[in-house]
T-cell receptor, first 113, second 111 residues
Framework: QQKVQQSPESLIVPEGGMASLNCTSSDRNVDYFWWYRQHSGKSPKMLM?????GEKEEGRFTVHLNKASLHTSLHIRDSQPSDSALYLC?????????????FGKGTQLIIQP | DPKIIQKPKYLVAVTGSEKILICEQYLGHNAMYWYRQSAKKPLEFMFSYSYQKLMDNQTASSRFQPQSSKKNHLDLQITALKPDDSATYFC??????????FGPGTRLLVL
């Protein structure tokens, strides 16, 4: 069973709209969550990270974390066609070392002009 | 200038052969990683190294051997290649417990 579950698998949002992506870890040892964006044929690029309960905003991107439920969500407002990509959620344990990232299967986001 | 270099970009191999994937990072990071991504499986962790020492290993098969000759190098040797090994192999690097930056990847096709 996948330890990091993402939903939905795919999402179509009109240009200028709000995209909301979800991610939950089933591993209670997880401490950190990361959101990566991967455009087709490219490598993943870190978008946002969150380690504490609450909300973090950077420009059009907002990430939420509920550590009790190990649930994080990413919200993209005023979505642009360039936001069309695979969004990957990853979790790590924060051991203080070279921690592995455990990725979900991703949400394929399509922004329709 | 690319800060993480992976060579080659594309690789075609025959079943049973051996290949080495090269990774060099110029970000001054002390941790390096290998991940694999295929159509069948999500992006999955393989190995992590810190200060040239193996820290974590998720790969069950001994056919996959990481090699670190310098602190900013982490190559991946794959022996007895199988068609199932076909995937894109990403090298990543980071400061300890910090954001991992991914290289452009090596796309491997095993025939």
């Amino acid at each position: 069973q996948q330890k990091v579950q993402q939903s939905p698998e795919s999402l179509i949002v009109p240009e200028g709209g709000m995209a909301s992506l979800n991610c939950t870890s089933s591993d209670r040892n997880v401490d950190y969550f990361w959101w990566y964006r991967q455009h087709s044929g490219k490598s993943p690029k870190m978008l946002m990270s969150i380690f504490s309960n609450g909300e973090k905003e950077e420009g059009r991107f907002t990430v939420h974390l509920n550590k009790a439920s190990l649930h994080t969500s990413l919200h993209i407002r005023d979505s642009q066609p360039s936001d069309s990509a695979l969004y990957l959620c990853a979790a790590s344990m924060g051991t203080g070392g070279a921690d592995r990232l455990t990725f979900g299967k991703g949400t394929q986001l399509i922004i329709q002009p | 200038d690319p800060k993480i270099i992976q060579k080659p970009k594309y690789l075609v191999a025959v079943t049973g052969s051996e290949k080495i994937l090269i990774c060099e990072q110029y970000l001054g990071h002390n941790a390096m990683y290998w991940y694999r991504q295929s159509a069948k499986k999500p992006l999955e962790f393989m190995f992590s190294y810190s200060y040239q020492k193996l820290m974590d290993n998720q790969t069950a098969s001994s056919r996959f051997q990481p090699q670190s000759s310098k602190k900013n190098h982490l190559d991946l040797q794959i022996t007895a290649l199988k068609p199932d090994d076909s995937a894109t192999y990403f090298c990543a690097s980071s400061h300890i417990q910090d954001t991992q930056y991914f290289g452009p990847g090596t796309r491997l096709l095993v025939l």
